[in-house]
């Protein structure tokens, strides 16, 4: 997520002060700024060896490990938030991980690039796969092994009975709540355990 006001406006989702856990935390940006702006503490989960280096260089305590394998490792609601800002989509097992992160945190806050966007739209129906700012690799080299639309998460939380405590999307940095499945470029989920 390079986006900063992406990122402002996702973190004003967290409540001040939570326990959090930042699933496929690049550089450790997003819980630095949490931990400096909202009184958060927590851990990032990166893979990447360039990345952890970041995190520890801005003072963010990062764990090391491949989220396809699961997050065993993390009782469930040991956490107040669990962040999955641009990972599902590089995820092989995109589902299990949706409701792994409702498990170990009591809220999931999860957002990524939509497939639906009318920019997209547009170029697909030219027969072209679309190359826009949420989504700048060309088809051939994108490290995104899915895609999915603001309408596909949703049904994806109903057949796995997750409660969706809030749905929009986010263009620009500012929130979409008006058609966000055509309207915006990233669609962002709190989630929380079926009831």
């Known amino acids: 997520m390079t986006d900063i006001h992406t990122m402002h406006a996702l973190a004003q989702l967290v409540?001040?002060?939570?326990?959090?856990?930042?699933?496929g935390c690049g550089d450790g940006a997003m819980l630095a700024h949490l931990q400096k702006t909202?009184?958060?503490?927590?851990?990032g989960v990166e893979i990447d060896d360039a990345n952890v280096l970041g995190c520890v260089q801005r003072g963010v305590n990062v764990i090391q490990l491949n989220l396809d394998e699961g997050l065993a490792m993390f009782d469930d609601?040991?956490?107040d938030?669990?962040?999955q800002i641009d990972t599902l989509q590089h995820l092989r097992n995109a589902e299990v991980m949706l409701r792994e992160t409702v498990r170990v945190g009591r809220i999931g806050i999860v957002a990524f690039p939509?497939?639906?966007h009318w920019p997209n739209r547009l170029s697909v129906l030219q027969g072209r796969m679309p190359v826009t700012k949420r989504l700048p690799?060309?088809?051939y080299d994108t490290p995104?092994?899915?895609v999915g639309t603001h309408a596909d998460l949703a049904v994806?939380?109903?057949r796995n009975r997750l409660q969706v405590l809030d749905s929009f999307g986010l263009q620009g940095g500012k929130t979409v709540r008006w058609a966000p499945n055509l309207m915006a470029g990233t669609s962002v989920y709190q989630l929380a355990k079926g009831g």
């Open 38 to 43: 909202r009184a958060c503490t927590g851990y």
């Open 137 to 139: 690799y060309q088809w």
């Open 15 to 23: 409540p001040p002060g939570s326990r959090v856990l930042d699933l």
């Open 81 to 83: 938030v669990v962040l």
């Open 77 to 79: 609601a040991s956490f």
């Open 156 to 158: 994806l939380a109903a």
């Open 114 to 116: 939509n497939f639906a």
């Open 144 to 146: 995104n092994i899915r």
